[in-house]
């Protein structure tokens, strides 16, 4: 059933990485329960650009809840007050009529923000290219199960792989932490034969390439877990530990 | 041993250390308890004062007591580094934070909880470590009597009855979380450290407390 709802939206302004940013309140009116919260700031933007303001810069791309682009910290959680959804899938619904929402942008030294609301997440590429590939050679799509892999672990690594890069891990962590990320990448290639060969060069390569981008240690409050939009678990995180230990005693 | 040094030194290698030291440090907790439980038996401290005589005599003890200020001292220091440097990675505050919507006050307040406890185990040390290895052992002032005397202050008292809630808290989070920190997060053990865990930081917190609650009111003599 659509209502609709008025709000104040105290949104972070800032012009670019090197200078402060400071908060604007606006006010939005007639907002549509069934807009999605991305499509409610589409709604402000265009007021402010029929203005001449400059319109509050966002992230987002697919808006179907699968590209992890749209990072907004909303009323002090990543991604908004619902769990296991991005912001493109946090509809008005979930407010009320006459509330005012806070929206900030991802807040870690190693995602600088870019403008407003984005930032920049190249840290998590470069996590990856440190050593979240494998490198064999795969050649032709081989015969179904000709690799025996067991399903459990098949399932396990499929999860870990949910991982989509958003960065509320990040977010959601009082130490800017980015051990749920750095896990689920190791996890998805440590849980399969192909992701064997490399595994000790590559759990200590990401972790040296995570700790070098300036992210925090892991407190183990379980933040990241809850606010990730895939569910990704913190077992990753124990499996990241294992794999970076064994590696530490048994690399040559 | 660079390597070993390098991968203490990572972000994974400081938590394992603070795992490490922490669950050597919950071991000291088990012994001490068990030990100082001696005085409810209510017999004038004899059990106690012989079983603290025995610590402050035997050779492997006094020596794993150098090893436990080597492991308190790593835990302490470790800890306020992890403190400082993953504050630092967040150079601009989030102007709301809802914390309760995703994790435990307590898990989020280890540095708080653990500086509690610093400065409650100086004035603990000061107390009775002082008392029995620094100073010569009076014949007819036991370690018992020096028990009796310290808590028949009421503000003492309190002290250290907030002293053992902090360090419930710092356990509830500390004793699990020390597990994942090594590696050891599965289906089958997890479950079972949680249990043992939670039982753990109210059990020993509470015997403690009991102590300087039960000297002050005269519950044993």
Same mark, same amino acid.
């Given at each position: 059933?659509? #209502?609709?709802?008025?709000?104040?939206?105290?949104i972070w302004r800032q012009k670019n990485a090197?200078?402060?940013g400071?908060?604007e309140?606006?006010?939005?009116?007639?907002?549509?329960?069934?807009?999605?919260?991305l499509?409610?700031i589409d =709604?402000l933007n265009?007021?402010l650009i029929?203005?001449?303001d400059d319109p509050v810069a966002f992230d987002h791309?697919?808006?179907?809840?699968?590209?992890?682009m749209c990072s907004m910290?909303?009323?002090?959680?990543?991604?908004?007050?619902?769990?296991? =959804?991005?912001?493109?899938?946090?509809?008005?619904?979930?407010?009320?009529?006459?509330?005012?929402?806070?929206v900030e942008p991802?807040?870690?030294?190693?995602?600088?923000v870019i403008k407003d609301l984005v930032v920049n997440?190249?840290?998590?590429?470069?996590?990856?290219?440190? #050593?979240?590939?494998?490198?064999?050679?795969?050649?032709?799509?081989?015969?179904?199960?000709?690799?025996?892999?067991?399903?459990?672990?098949?399932? @396990?690594?499929?999860?870990?792989?949910?991982?989509?890069?958003?960065?509320?891990?990040?977010?959601?962590?009082?130490?800017?932490?980015?051990?749920?990320?750095?896990?689920?990448?190791?996890?998805?290639?440590?849980?399969?034969?192909?992701?064997?060969?490399?595994?000790?060069?590559?759990?200590?390569?990401? =972790?040296?390439?995570?700790?070098? @981008? #300036?992210?925090?240690?892991?407190?183990?409050?379980?933040?990241?877990?809850?606010?990730?939009?895939?569910?990704?678990?913190?077992?990753?995180?124990?499996?990241?530990?294992?794999?970076?230990?064994?590696?530490?005693?048994?690399?040559? | 041993?660079?390597?070993?040094?390098?991968?203490?030194?990572?972000?994974?290698?400081?938590?394992?250390?603070?795992?490490?030291?922490?669950?050597?440090?919950?071991?000291?907790?088990?012994?001490?308890?068990?030990?100082?439980?001696?005085?409810?038996?209510?017999?004038?401290?004899?059990?106690?004062?012989?079983?603290?005589?025995?610590?402050?005599?035997?050779?492997?003890?006094?020596?794993?007591?150098?090893?436990?200020?080597?492991?308190?001292?790593?835990?302490?220091?470790?800890?306020?580094?992890?403190?400082?440097?993953?504050?630092?990675?967040?150079?601009?505050?989030?102007?709301?934070?809802?914390?309760?919507?995703?994790?435990?006050?307590?898990?989020?307040?280890?540095?708080?909880?653990?500086?509690?406890?610093?400065?409650?185990?100086?004035?603990?040390?000061?107390?009775?470590?002082?008392?029995?290895?620094?100073?010569?052992?009076?014949?007819?002032?036991?370690?018992?009597?020096?028990?009796?005397?310290?808590?028949?202050?009421?503000?003492?008292?309190?002290?250290?009855?907030?002293?053992?809630?902090?360090?419930?808290?710092?356990?509830?989070?500390?004793?699990?979380?020390?597990?994942?920190?090594?590696?050891?997060?599965?289906?089958?053990?997890?479950?079972?450290?949680?249990?043992?865990?939670?039982?753990?930081?109210?059990?020993?917190?509470?015997?403690?407390?009991?102590?300087?609650?039960?000297?002050?009111?005269?519950?044993?003599?």
């Amino acid at each position: 059933m659509e #209502g609709h709802l008025n709000l104040t939206l105290k949104i972070w302004r800032q012009k670019n990485a090197s200078v402060a940013g400071k908060f604007e309140t606006y006010q939005v009116s007639g907002i549509s329960t069934d807009m999605s919260f991305l499509e409610m700031i589409d =709604v402000l933007n265009n007021r402010l650009i029929e203005e001449g303001d400059d319109p509050v810069a966002f992230d987002h791309d697919c808006r179907e809840g699968i590209c992890g682009m749209c990072s907004m910290y909303i009323n002090g959680r990543p991604h908004g007050p619902n769990r296991g =959804v991005t912001t493109c899938q946090l509809h008005m619904r979930s407010f009320q009529d006459g509330e005012t929402i806070t929206v900030e942008p991802w807040r870690a030294s190693a995602f600088p923000v870019i403008k407003d609301l984005v930032v920049n997440r190249s840290a998590f590429d470069r996590i990856i290219a440190a #050593g979240g590939f494998v490198s064999v050679n795969t050649g032709n799509a081989q015969d179904a199960n000709s690799l025996p892999i067991p399903k459990d672990n098949a399932d @396990e690594a499929f999860a870990a792989a949910a991982c989509i890069g958003c960065g509320a891990c990040v977010a959601a962590c009082k130490n800017a932490s980015a051990m749920l990320f750095t896990s689920a990448k190791v996890s998805q290639l440590a849980l399969l034969p192909q992701g064997q060969v490399e595994a000790a060069t590559r759990a200590q390569a990401m =972790v040296a390439q995570m700790d070098e @981008e #300036g992210f925090g240690a892991c407190s183990n409050t379980g933040a990241c877990e809850a606010e990730c939009p895939k569910g990704i678990s913190i077992e990753n995180i124990a499996r990241m530990n294992r794999e970076y230990f064994s590696a530490t005693f048994s690399s040559k | 041993m660079a390597w070993l040094a390098k991968s203490l030194n990572s972000s994974l290698g400081k938590k394992l250390l603070m795992a490490i030291t922490g669950l050597f440090l919950i071991s000291f907790l088990l012994v001490h308890c068990s030990l100082n439980a001696l005085i409810f038996l209510n017999d004038g401290g004899a059990a106690f004062n012989e079983g603290a005589e025995f610590m402050g005599k035997n050779p492997v003890i006094r020596t794993m007591e150098i090893v436990l200020f080597a492991g308190l001292l790593l835990h302490i220091f470790d800890g306020l580094r992890l403190w400082f440097e993953n504050k630092s990675k967040r150079p601009v505050a989030y102007a709301k934070v809802d914390g309760a919507a995703n994790s435990k006050w307590y898990s989020r307040s280890m540095g708080l909880l653990g500086t509690l406890l610093l400065l409650f185990l100086i004035l603990h040390l000061k107390h009775f470590w002082y008392f029995s290895r620094l100073t010569e052992g009076l014949e007819d002032h036991t370690l018992y009597a020096e028990m009796q005397s310290v808590f028949t202050n009421p503000v003492v008292v309190i002290v250290y009855v907030f002293g053992c809630i902090s360090l419930g808290y710092h356990l509830l989070h500390g004793f699990q979380s020390a597990f994942q920190s090594i590696g050891w997060n599965h289906p089958k053990y997890t479950p079972t450290i949680k249990t043992i865990g939670a039982i753990f930081s109210i059990v020993i917190p509470a015997v403690f407390a009991a102590m300087p609650v039960a000297f002050y009111f005269h519950l044993i003599q």
